[in-house]
């Protein structure tokens, strides 16, 4: 309701400056500025003894003068009090204690109050001076209060509880004028207290001069009592009366299955879920994938526009949103996302279009359409929201109405279905950089979040520590682990150096894992350690989680399907690095099964859209290749056999964790470690087997998508200007376009 202006008999005179009792403790001086004197001057109020706080407002009169009122804690004794304006004073009046002061007369104060004025007056109370003089609880202030309110409207009406939402929290609804205009807050009246409820609320759309449903939650840790709230808007204010009877809903479950339509009112409910603790978003999971939404698309037609949203996923900074929109008349205008307010937001000033196709009318028919996919900023997602809501815009003005079908909630399901918004094909900078980028970084820093380690369990391991860790991340594979062990028990320097840290990234194997390396031990009587994460968080994760686990001054990082070819490679890695101290990081030479060259150090080069991406030298080449057999300073190596000093990987924070599922987080750190000062080496007398990348075929988010490409363009992007100088300042045209050739020449044959 609108402020009232109704005639009042009460008029006040405040020529003379009159004090009030406010609260029990709080008073307030109020006073009228003299015509005479100018309204933008200061005026002040001094007393002996300054109180704090003093807080002050000037409202309007209604004759176009200005009233000054001041609220403070007076003394316990009666106080010479000033008014002064540009060090002339004005008044002089005696304040005495709050005990010996007349209660406020609303009626009189407001009497002469312009209609802003008494609203500005009634904001003041509920939130400056309530806040600043801590009134909240105090009775009289609360019947000052109640008074404001009665005087400016003619009584409330009613608000009803829907259900109960939480524990000791309600679901209340009620009905708001449309012309009251936005609300701007609302407060709570109770015996007990004023309060500020949550600044979150549902406001529905209706036509003009209509009453919008309004709905907001409100804690009452105690059985329901009645309340008052108050709506603040910049038009006025509002009053509603909530009523002690009982809920209209049984329980949250009730109220959601009988608003299954109420598509504004679920999705409050959902961003109210989650954002509370113990179980919110859960339970705001748990309703949608019971209840969800019907899913909307619109058909495609060869003489009408046809759209269908496929990838809605709300994260923390925003939405990420795909699918297709096919338009043969020339009439689709964009697609907009609708808030739960009802505020379509266009997304495609910033989304990323390619050739697709979608299913024909015909069962196994393929029709061509437009793929997009887009990114949308939001200052305040809306929660684990799991079917956000969308609508076709046509160029005529009129809108049709999309529903995506229930997104995942999961960090790792979401990342999956954002790698395979845009085929590989049409993975370029536009599509990462403002889009796919901002929303795997989303996702990834929410899943690192997530992954813990679970457990861990030793085997035999020593008091003393040992001068080397061997790292082993497995990751579902543990068909080389008896190779690569047994190889590792028969090198007599590593059994008296080395320890093994296993980290189990794939938990669901834990008791086949924990069976196999207690039998392995039994065996070759090796010390190690288990490391068991709590679900599958990519290859840097399991790393850093066994660094932190390893005790030994060198680290070897090393893959499961990497298996030594003879005794002393270790050792021909690890000396180096304790011998020469500006040498950061060292690799050996990889072979594959066959014999064939995989790695003799990593190089750089840029393939056809200007990413740089990583290259082995020689990789092709027969093992015993002259120029593989050189040690050498390389501008990198593989994180399949890295051996670093621990101090070092530490100091530069080990690998990187945002690149997705594994790839070019070992380049990533040979370029932090030479940033840090250090040196890269490559050594051809220490040589393994690497059966490559027989884990990561495993991963379906790493095989199925855009992944590779991400790493490598995140990479680029990181490292752009410090790998041209790079590749510039260490290897010769010639010698990049030799490895190059050879390379090709063996992928052609």
């Known amino acids: 309701m609108t402020f009232d202006e109704r005639a009042r008999d009460a008029s006040g005179n405040f020529d003379k400056a009159k004090a009030f009792r406010l609260a029990s403790e709080a008073a307030v001086i109020i006073w009228d500025i003299p015509a005479a004197l100018p309204v933008a001057a200061k005026y002040t109020l001094s007393l002996p003894h300054q109180p704090v706080p003093l807080v002050s407002m000037m409202v309007p009169l209604a004759n176009g003068r200005q009233r000054v009122l001041w609220a403070l804690r007076p003394r316990t004794e009666p106080e010479q009090v000033e008014i002064s304006a540009e060090c002339s004073n004005l008044q002089s009046f005696v304040l005495r204690p709050v005990r010996d002061l007349?209660?406020?007369?609303?009626?009189?104060?407001?009497?002469?109050?312009?209609?802003?004025?008494?609203?500005?007056?009634?904001?003041?109370?509920?939130?400056?001076?309530?806040?600043?003089?801590?009134?909240?609880?105090?009775?009289?202030?609360?019947?000052?209060?109640?008074?404001?309110?009665?005087?400016?409207?003619?009584?409330?009406?009613?608000?009803n509880f829907l259900c109960r939402i939480a524990e000791g929290r309600y679901l209340v609804e009620t009905a708001i004028s449309a012309e009251f205009g936005e609300i701007g807050a609302i407060y709570?009246?109770?015996?007990?207290?004023?309060?500020?409820?949550?600044?979150?609320?549902?406001?529905?759309?209706?036509?003009?001069?209509?009453?919008?449903?309004?709905?907001?939650?409100?804690?009452?840790?105690?059985?329901?009592?009645?309340?008052?709230?108050?709506?603040?808007?910049?038009?006025?204010?509002?009053?509603?009366?909530?009523?002690?009877?009982?809920?209209?809903?049984?329980?949250?479950?009730?109220?959601?299955?009988?608003?299954?339509?109420?598509?504004?009112?679920?999705?409050?409910?959902?961003?109210?879920?989650?954002?509370q603790p113990e179980g919110g978003a859960a339970t705001a999971v748990?309703?949608?994938?019971?209840?969800?939404?019907?899913?909307?698309?619109?058909?495609?037609?060869?003489?009408?526009?046809?759209?269908?949203?496929?990838?809605?996923?709300?994260?923390?900074?925003?939405?990420?949103?795909?699918?297709?929109?096919?338009?043969?008349?020339?009439?689709?205008?964009?697609?907009?996302?609708?808030?739960?307010?009802?505020?379509?937001?266009?997304?495609?000033?910033?989304w990323y279009t390619f050739p697709a196709w979608a299913r024909g009318a015909e069962e196994g028919s393929r029709t061509d359409v437009t793929g997009f996919v887009a990114w949308l900023p939001l200052d305040q997602p809306p929660g684990v929201l799991l079917q956000p809501r969308f609508q076709m815009r046509l160029a005529s003005g009129a809108a049709k109405p999309l529903v995506p079908k229930p997104q995942p909630f999961e960090p790792a399901a979401q990342r999956n279905r954002i790698l395979r918004a845009v085929p590989p094909q049409h993975a370029i900078d536009q599509a990462f950089r403002t889009i796919l980028a901002p929303a795997i970084e989303d996702v990834e820093q929410r899943l690192g979040k997530t992954i813990t380690v679970d457990c861990t369990k030793d085997y035999g391991l020593h008091e003393k520590a040992p001068l080397v860790s061997i790292v082993v991340p497995l990751y579902r594979v543990l068909d080389f682990l008896r190779f690569q062990l047994s190889g590792m028990a028969t090198d007599p320097w590593i059994v008296s150096n080395a320890e093994i840290v296993y980290v189990l990234d794939s938990p669901e194997i834990q008791d086949q894992t924990e069976h196999l390396l207690g039998g392995l031990h039994l065996l070759h009587g090796l010390p190690m350690k288990l490391v068991?994460?709590?679900?599958?968080?990519?290859?840097?994760?399991?790393?850093?989680?066994?660094?932190?686990?390893?005790?030994?001054?060198?680290?070897?990082?090393?893959?499961?399907?990497?298996?030594?070819?003879?005794?002393?490679?270790?050792?021909?890695?690890?000396?180096?690095?304790?011998?020469?101290?500006?040498?950061?990081?060292?690799?050996?030479?990889?072979?594959?099964?066959?014999?064939?060259?995989?790695?003799?150090?990593?190089?750089?080069?840029?393939?056809?859209?200007?990413?740089?991406?990583?290259?082995?030298?020689?990789?092709?080449?027969?093992?015993?290749?002259?120029?593989?057999?050189?040690?050498?300073?390389?501008?990198?190596?593989?994180?399949?056999?890295?051996?670093?000093?621990?101090?070092?990987?530490?100091?530069?924070?080990?690998?990187?964790?945002?690149?997705?599922?594994?790839?070019?987080?070992?380049?990533?750190?040979?370029?932090?470690?030479?940033?840090?000062g250090f040196d890269i080496a490559y050594e051809p007398s220490a040589s393994l087997y690497h059966f490559e990348r027989r884990s990561i075929r495993r991963s379906p988010d790493y095989m199925r998508g855009v992944a590779s490409q991400y790493n490598a363009w995140l990479h680029t992007e990181r490292w752009n200007g410090v790998i041209a100088e790079l590749m510039?300042?260490?290897?010769?045209?010639?010698?990049?376009?030799?490895?190059?050739?050879?390379?090709?020449?063996?992928?052609?044959?």
């Open 286 to 350: 748990d309703l949608q994938l019971r209840l969800p939404l019907p899913s909307r698309q619109i058909v495609k037609s060869g003489t009408h526009p046809a759209a269908e949203i496929d990838l809605a996923l709300v994260l923390s900074g925003g939405l990420i949103a795909g699918g297709w929109y096919h338009d043969p008349t020339s009439t689709f205008a964009g697609i907009d996302y609708l808030t739960e307010n009802g505020t379509a937001l266009p997304l495609d000033g910033n």
């Open 728 to 749: 510039a300042a260490r290897l010769s045209a010639a010698e990049v376009g030799a490895s190059l050739n050879k390379a090709a020449a063996r992928s052609a044959a």
């Open 188 to 275: 709570a009246l109770g015996a007990n207290g004023i309060l500020p409820l949550s600044s979150h609320f549902l406001v529905g759309a209706q036509p003009a001069r209509a009453h919008r449903p309004c709905h907001f939650v409100i804690e009452l840790p105690r059985p329901p009592q009645p309340l008052l709230f108050v709506f603040l808007g910049k038009k006025g204010i509002a009053l509603r009366e909530l009523s002690t009877g009982k809920t209209r809903y049984p329980n949250l479950q009730t109220l959601w299955a009988e608003h299954r339509g109420a598509a504004p009112l679920r999705e409050f409910v959902v961003r109210w879920l989650s954002g």
């Open 532 to 676: 068991v994460m709590n679900r599958n968080g990519g290859y840097a994760r399991a790393c850093n989680a066994g660094a932190r686990f390893a005790r030994g001054a060198v680290l070897v990082m090393l893959n499961s399907d990497v298996v030594p070819r003879a005794a002393g490679w270790l050792q021909k890695l690890a000396r180096p690095l304790l011998d020469e101290m500006k040498l950061g990081a060292i690799g050996p030479k990889l072979v594959f099964e066959d014999g064939s060259l995989q790695h003799a150090g990593l190089y750089f080069a840029r393939d056809k859209r200007g990413v740089w991406l990583n290259h082995h030298f020689h990789k092709g080449m027969p093992g015993d290749y002259p120029p593989a057999q050189v040690p050498r300073p390389v501008p990198g190596v593989t994180g399949a056999c890295l051996v670093a000093r621990r101090d070092i990987y530490e100091f530069v924070g080990g690998y990187t964790e945002d690149y997705v599922i594994g790839d070019y987080e070992d380049s990533d750190l040979c370029l932090k470690i030479r940033r840090a």
């Open 102 to 159: 007349p209660a406020l007369d609303v009626e009189a104060l407001f009497a002469d109050l312009s209609p802003e004025g008494c609203l500005k007056v009634l904001n003041n109370l509920l939130t400056a001076w309530r806040s600043a003089l801590r009134l909240s609880r105090d009775a009289v202030f609360i019947g000052a209060v109640e008074d404001a309110l009665y005087a400016l409207t003619s009584g409330p009406r009613p608000a």
